[in-house]
């Protein structure tokens, strides 16, 4: 409804009253072809916003058509006192605890080039808000050529001295809420730190030099923040890990859903740089990364309300660069002590698979008795309100399971959890994940039929559903997909059959997309030598088949690596 549109109302419904009907008849078809022509505009202007095939851009163009606004805002008036709360509560892990000085350095293992910088400089997202210093993204893109030569000096300097300028290393601190209705529960908000862009390039430059000293085997069961990993690695081989071990009769599977409070803010330094120097990172760059965590200045911004400032020494900022790489360092020797036991980790997200045989728990018991030790020991406060297990027993003779206790909790067991995106139920059925997934594509249809309804063009309906709804339908689809019964995988072709509908020409099925997705993990896991799933692909003497697994059950020969051979194998 646009101001020409409300005029010739205005206009049509005057000549109504005169009674004039020649007048009436010109006013009518003027507003007609005014209505034509506003939305031929309004197409254009959604056309517009989609038509560069950016995701930002989509979703202006969304938000125009349905006034969606995404946004979470808490009450005015209490926003100067909430930010002062909530920087004592993010600074609730800081203690007092005597720090040996870092020692002193002659030489660095780290020499930056002007070229490094240069790139690093020219590779900054403008749109990138500013930290504290002030210095947007925008300036440093435009003039990394000008500027990368007095950057690689100051930079040089700070890893020589093992000194980060205060500057470099405030945060102000933006509080993300959890939940979708606003509240001022203190625990609802996540920080998120809001750093230097500078210090995020110089960050980058020691995040590559410290992923190069580290062994390529290094901790195989973290498939966070490392190259050729994915939360589809972690789910494909916690699935094969527990139905292998279901093939023997009389065996079940515990599994453990770990939860941590504020895992990120509890990193004790001085314990990270012990392990470093375990790991052979060179002391130099040790003694960096120890001045990068401590005397920290940071604040709170809600709103226009600024607190005031405090200084911490515990913990890694989240919306750091370094603070992913730091965490999985601090965590590497979380492993497990019985060979009966995994420990699958994705960041802070970590599970315990405990593969019981013949009804004795006690390597399982024991195991995590042994992790919660390891995390009392590092500072990690495991919540053990939140932490779940499931129980995977088929055996015919059902008993009741003793309960397990942390920290004097009892551990809740769950029917179904949902790990890493995916919702895995102790049936290892895939109907409960399958009917999730249905629910959220078909929300995300109801914004294709508004695009439709707005006369766009095809290629952009057919834009919008790949990044919007396929992507949910596939999210992990590897891992699970193969498994799924003869139902539940109608049901998910219904959604992509009613988007065919709506756009107007033909989609790639699931299964051709599942297919296709398949070969290409299967492709990236057989040129990785240090993938931990790598050894179950073994070339036959023809080279050129792979040996297929051997399963007793369909439940195994439907998972994701028997699936995976046989597509591999049968591919031309």
Not at 40 to 47: G, L, M, Q, T, V
Not at 395 to 407: G, V
Not at 465 to 483: F, K, M, N, P
Request: glycine fraction near 4%; hydrophobic fraction near 35%.
């Amino acid at each position: 409804m646009t101001g020409e549109v409300r005029l010739l109302i205005r206009e049509r419904n005057a000549t109504f009253r005169s009674g004039d009907r020649e007048k009436y008849s010109t006013a009518r078809g003027n507003l007609k072809r005014g209505i034509k022509a506003a939305k031929e505009s309004y197409r254009r202007k959604i056309e517009g916003h989609i038509s560069d095939n950016n995701p930002r851009q989509i979703w202006q163009g969304i938000q125009n058509l349905t006034n969606y606004q995404g946004r979470i805002t808490t009450t005015a008036h209490s926003d100067a006192l909430l930010a002062e709360e909530l920087n004592s509560f993010f600074a609730r892990f800081e203690a007092v605890r005597p720090t040996a000085p870092p020692p002193v350095y002659s030489s660095t293992s780290l020499t930056l080039h002007q070229h490094q910088v240069r790139r690093e400089l020219r590779l900054v997202n403008p749109r990138k808000a500013a930290g504290p210093d002030g210095v947007p993204g925008k300036v440093l893109v435009s003039c990394a050529d000008q500027l990368s030569e007095i950057f690689t000096r100051i930079f040089n300097l700070s890893l020589t001295q093992a000194i980060i300028p205060s500057c470099l290393k405030s945060a102000i601190i933006i509080p993300a809420p959890k939940t979708t209705a606003a509240n001022s529960c203190l625990n609802n908000f996540r920080p998120i730190a809001l750093t230097s862009v500078v210090m995020k390039c110089f960050e980058r430059l020691v995040s590559h030099h410290i992923k190069a000293c580290l062994p390529s085997a290094f901790d195989p069961h973290q498939f966070a923040f490392r190259t050729n990993r994915s939360t589809e690695d972690a789910i494909a081989i916690t699935l094969h890990t527990t139905l292998s071990h279901l093939e023997h009769p009389g065996n079940y599977v515990r599994l453990l859903f770990i939860d941590y409070s504020s895992a990120f803010n509890t990193i004790i330094p001085d314990i990270l740089i012990n392990k470093l120097l375990d790991l052979h990172l060179p002391p130099s760059t040790c003694a960096w990364i120890k001045d990068f965590l401590t005397n920290r200045p940071q604040c709170v911004k809600l709103g226009s309300h600024l607190s005031s400032t405090l200084t911490l020494s515990t913990g890694s900022p989240q919306g750091c660069v370094l603070s992913p790489l730091l965490y999985a360092l601090y965590t590497h020797d979380c492993s497990p002590t019985y060979p009966s036991n995994t420990i699958i980790k994705y960041a802070d997200d970590t599970t315990v698979i405990g593969l019981v045989s013949g009804g004795d728990e006690t390597a399982y018991r024991e195991e995590v008795r042994k992790l919660t030790e390891w995390c009392a020991v590092n500072n990690l406060l495991l919540n053990s309100i939140k932490t779940k297990e499931i129980i995977i027993d088929f055996r015919r003779t059902s008993i009741d399971h003793a309960p397990l206790y942390i920290n004097g909790d009892c551990v809740e067991r769950v029917l179904s959890f949902k790990f890493l995106g995916v919702h895995i139920s102790q049936e290892l059925t895939w109907s409960t994940n399958t009917t999730a997934v249905i629910k959220k594509a078909q929300q995300r249809l109801y914004f294709l039929r508004l695009l439709r309804k707005n006369h766009l063009n095809q290629k952009l309906l057919v834009t919008f559903y790949r990044s919007t709804v396929e992507s949910v339908l596939t999210y992990c689809i590897s891992a699970w997909y193969a498994g799924c019964s003869a139902a539940d995988r109608k049901a998910l072709q219904r959604v992509i059959n009613t988007a065919q509908r709506i756009i107007g020409c033909p989609l790639p099925s699931l299964e051709d997309i599942t297919r296709s997705r398949c070969l290409r993990r299967t492709s990236s896991i057989l040129k990785d030598s240090s993938h931990p799933a790598r050894h179950l692909f073994d070339l036959l003497p023809s080279g050129r088949r792979y040996r297929s697994l051997k399963a007793r059950t369909s439940r195994l020969t439907n998972s994701f690596f028997p699936w995976a051979i046989r597509t591999l194998n049968t591919q031309k």
